[in-house]
């Protein structure tokens, strides 16, 4: 098998995680994947389903509940007892990110993903040991021998120095013929894929006999195939969506009343008579026989779709409410309850202890790479508070996830159960909203 082979159960658990990473980037992006998201109706021509698609409406939930669950946690930076590797502070990757950036990146994962792996690897130039973060999308194959990764490289036209592209390649981390741990860069070519490059990492001079990669899963550590945290949400979120799109398109064709006139329409003299409808019109025409109606839409469809919607906005607060309750209870509607049988939805705390084992267990190779004592990470346990009533959190979660407030005044209401932040006013919020509230992306890369 060539070395771009999937391990079993990739291309499933690869759906789930795009289908998340698309409903968090936004509206433009899950429209763009047609009938990924939204089935073509019957008898449609294609014009026909693009101006049905456009119609629609993505209430943006994904994204906002993943900033306010990255941000209830870290709201307080990560403690990091160094003992010696101080620099890990400030660059934990080797390209400046720090001790919080790293953690905020799992968290995201963890929702967005279900988790991610982190490769050790020692920089001769820096003269230090750092962290490279993968997504699991990138972890395509393993075994007990074996870890291959995709990764990405520049190829640069040799006729045209300014046309550049890029190009997979898969680093594959596994053992030589005496046990000790090799890289492997393979790369496609006319003759099929090849080994282009290899290297034997070592320690202070000492070659490795396992493999420096830690697979992070929810809860866990090692090669699992849990579901992102926050699928669920995009489940209904998705659902949404496709009702929506009914909704108005439903409404487009019989929202406006429709003039429909019966008989001739003619002056006393036979002529057709061009019929003024409005307020200061006035039409005479010769047919006592004739009659114009107005057609207008009754019946209860449109009312059932509308209804279904409030029950998917309810239960997108409802998950997130639960979340940011850290297990206490929550808020729990029916459909949550019916999701919740099937797959728990992670708290806060769960999230916690995952980052936890994950970065005790990733920096404690990297001291050992570097000679120096394990250090000791801890994340921020002081989440905020949820004391409000479930009526009153979901109301603010829902005002938040439809982009009617900041995400700071969210947190801080979450923290003191008040309206707005101290000294902030109408004005100030509006300004907020306009800053930060609709941009669900500030500080988080969603794609």
Same mark, same amino acid.
């Given at each position: ?15 789930? =995680?795009?289908?998340?990473?698309? #409903? ?32 629609? #409406? ?8 993943? !900033? ?7 709201? &307080? ?29 799992? =968290? ?76 492997? =860069? ?75 006139? #019966? ?12 019929? &003024? ?19 207008? #839409?009754?019946?209860?469809? !449109? ?18 409410? &639960? ?109 907020? =909203? ?14």
């Amino acid at each position: 098998m060539p070395v771009n082979t999937t391990h079993s159960g990739y291309d499933s658990r690869l759906d789930k =995680i795009t289908r998340v990473r698309d #409903f968090a980037a936004g509206e433009d992006v899950v429209k763009s994947r047609g009938e990924k998201y939204l089935p073509m109706l019957g008898g449609q021509t294609k014009n026909e389903y693009n101006s049905f698609k456009e119609r629609g #409406f993505l209430i943006p939930s994904v994204a906002p509940t993943c !900033l306010a669950v990255v941000g209830s946690i870290m709201r &307080k930076d990560p403690v990091l007892d160094q003992s010696g590797l101080d620099y890990l502070v400030n660059n934990v990757d080797g390209e400046g990110s720090d001790i919080s950036q790293f953690s905020s990146k799992l =968290i995201k994962e963890l929702l967005l993903a279900g988790g991610a792996g982190y490769l050790i690897e020692y920089s001769q130039e820096q003269q230090a040991a750092f962290v490279k973060q993968y997504s699991v999308e990138n972890i395509i194959n393993y075994s007990d021998d074996y870890i291959v990764l995709a990764q990405s490289y520049t190829v640069r036209d040799e006729k045209d120095k300014f046309n550049e592209k890029m190009e997979t390649e898969y680093l594959e981390l596994t053992f030589d013929e005496e046990g000790y741990y090799v890289q492997n =860069i393979w790369r496609e070519t006319k003759k099929g894929w090849v080994t282009v490059d290899s290297h034997t990492p070592t320690n202070r001079g000492e070659r490795l006999s396992f493999i420096p990669f830690v697979p992070v899963a929810v809860g866990s550590i090692g090669f699992h195939n849990t579901d992102p945290i926050l699928l669920n949400l995009t489940n209904i979120n998705s659902d949404q969506y496709k009702l929506s799109t009914d909704l108005r398109h439903g409404l487009h064709f019989t929202a406006l009343p429709t003039f429909f006139v #019966f008989g001739e329409m003619v002056d006393s003299d036979g002529i057709q008579v061009p019929l &003024k409808v409005g307020p200061g019109s006035a039409n005479i025409i010769g047919d006592t026989e004739a009659r114009a109606e107005l057609l207008e #839409f009754t019946g209860a469809g !449109l009312s059932a779709v509308k209804a279904a919607i409030d029950d998917d906005i309810t239960a997108m607060a409802s998950i997130g409410a &639960k979340m940011l309750a850290s297990g206490s209870g929550g808020v729990k509607s029916a459909e949550t309850a019916r999701i919740e049988a099937s797959t728990e939805t992670a708290t806060l705390s769960t999230i916690a202890n995952t980052v936890d084992l994950a970065a005790n267990t990733v920096f404690s190779i990297v001291a050992e790479w570097m000679g120096a004592q394990a250090p000791t990470y801890a994340i921020n346990r002081d989440f905020i508070d949820v004391k409000l009533d479930p009526a009153a959190l979901m109301a603010l979660l829902k005002t938040w996830q439809s982009g009617g407030m900041s995400l700071d005044s969210f947190l801080t209401q979450l923290q003191k159960g008040e309206l707005l932040p101290d000294g902030v006013t109408a004005t100030d919020e509006a300004d907020r =909203i306009e800053t930060t509230g609709s941009n669900f992306n500030t500080g988080i890369d969603f794609e």
